[in-house]
């Protein structure tokens, strides 16, 4: 089983960028599709981005599509999330996720198989 622990999240101005890290252990990493979503107070987790395993193809939610950037070096067992262009919009708790298919659909909360603990990220007006 692939354990996730983010790192990377913090207070920011609105315009201003971070970059997430998830480190995953376990041997599955680098056959294993990767994703961020995050949730905000009241609502469900949302997609934003994930990666796929077979060739690196991604897939990102419109709002943040032309700002954020999603890797992964499977050297490394990371994947990573470049914010730039921060809004107050973007404030949430992003969760790093794995055990998920990464196609032409963005997968919902419910198809994901394993989850990092969070990282809250807030952006500041």
């Known amino acids: 089983q692939v354990q996730l622990v983010e790192s990377g999240g913090g207070l920011v101005q609105a315009g201003g960028s971070l970059r997430l890290s998830c480190a995953a252990s376990?041997?599955?990493?680098?056959?294993?599709?990767m994703g961020w979503f995050r949730r905000t107070p009241g609502k469900e987790r949302e997609f934003v981005v994930c990666?796929?395993?077979?060739?690196?193809?991604?897939l990102y939610a419109d709002s943040v599509k032309g700002r954020f950037i999603i890797s992964r070096d499977n050297a490394k067992n990371t994947v990573y999330l470049q914010m730039n262009s921060l809004t107050p919009g973007d404030t949430a708790v992003y969760y790093c996720?794995?055990?998920?298919?990464?196609?032409?659909?963005?997968?919902?909360?419910?198809?994901?198989?394993?989850w990092g603990p969070g990282t809250q990220v807030t952006v500041s007006s």
């Open positions: 996720a794995t055990r998920l298919t990464c196609g032409t659909r963005n997968p919902s909360q419910g198809q994901v198989g394993s």
């Open positions: 376990g041997r599955t990493f680098s056959t294993s599709s």
């Open positions: 990666i796929s395993w077979i060739g690196g193809s991604t």
